[in-house]
Structures are given as C-alpha cells and as structure tokens.
C-alpha cells in the first residue's frame, strides 16, 4: 500500500511535535533553573560555528541548496503565471501575503521540519543537550531564507530575459 503525501506528511509532522513536546520540558526545566534564555545570547552563537565543525555540517550545504531547487520551480512557475517577486509580494502586497506565505508552506513544509529534526540531532551529538528553541530558529532559517532569495530571483531573471510585449 502507498503512501499519499497528505500522510506522508502527517507522520513527519507528527513526528516533529511528539519530538518537540517531548524535549520542551526539559528546556523550559533549564530555564528556570539557570535563567539563560540561551537565545540569542552569546552561547547561542558560538553554538552555531559548532555546529558548522560538529557531526551534520553538510546540512548547511544540502538544506540550502534543496531549498534553493525549490525555490527555483516556485519562481519559474510566478514568472510564467505573470506574478511579481515574491520577496517583493510578500513584503509591499498585503492582500497576497497570506496566499504567499501558504504557498511557500505547502513547498518547503517537510524540508523545515527535517531541518528542525536534524538540528536536534546535531545538538544531542555536538552539545549533549537539547534545545528546542535553537532548533526552530536554526533549522527554518536554513530553509527560509534561500528559498524567499531565490524564487524571488528566479522570477526577476525569468521576467527580465523575456522579450517586452509592443501594443
């Protein structure tokens, strides 16, 4: 029996928040007991160069470029259909913004959450801990911000080489 993507996607997202649910107590433990929000501080920083060096480095090359392969469909398919830069749209288009940002869930959804997995994964084996808030900023980040880069581009690139229309 096949799997449908709507399950597929199910169980990874399902996987995800059991994931998450189970390692938030801990933090929030940690929280308390320290009072280091860990967040954006200077350990959440020189955490980020360990994770460059540590076990799981290559996803900071493959999360990116896959990201960046679908971001490149996503913005030859608004180039063809007329539509303006997605960064562009998002940002100055307000009554887009929600059709946008549903769009570019439905295409990069399992990407983040296996980002999110596996940021988790490199904390266990790198750091010997968890923590659930670096892994929801580190691991989108990874996937987002190429993504919003480059379907904008693509689009701009693909528009820009087409012949302009006379009449």
Not at 16 to 40: H, K, N, Q, S, W
Not at 82 to 95: D, E, K, V
């Amino acid at each position: 029996m096949k799997m449908t993507a709507i399950s597929r996607n199910s169980v990874l997202t399902t996987a995800l928040v059991v994931v998450l649910l189970m390692v938030i107590p801990g933090a929030i433990r940690r929280l308390i007991e320290t009072g280091d929000p860990y967040l954006f501080t200077k350990h959440f920083f020189d955490d980020i160069l360990g994770r460059l060096s540590g076990p799981g480095r290559l996803r900071f090359i493959f999360q990116p470029l896959t990201a960046t392969l679908l971001a490149f469909q996503d913005g030859r398919r608004d180039a063809r259909a007329g539509r303006p830069a997605f960064l562009w749209s998002l940002i100055f288009h307000r009554t887009h913004r929600a059709k946008l940002l549903r769009e570019m869930f439905a295409s990069i959804r399992n990407l983040v959450a296996i980002a999110i997995l596996l940021d988790l994964i490199s904390q266990a084996l790198i750091f010997h801990e968890l923590r659930p808030g670096a892994a929801l900023i580190v691991g989108p980040t990874l996937i987002g911000l190429p993504y919003c880069v480059v379907r904008a581009l693509t689009n701009r690139v693909i528009q820009a080489q087409r012949p302009a229309r006379v009449g």
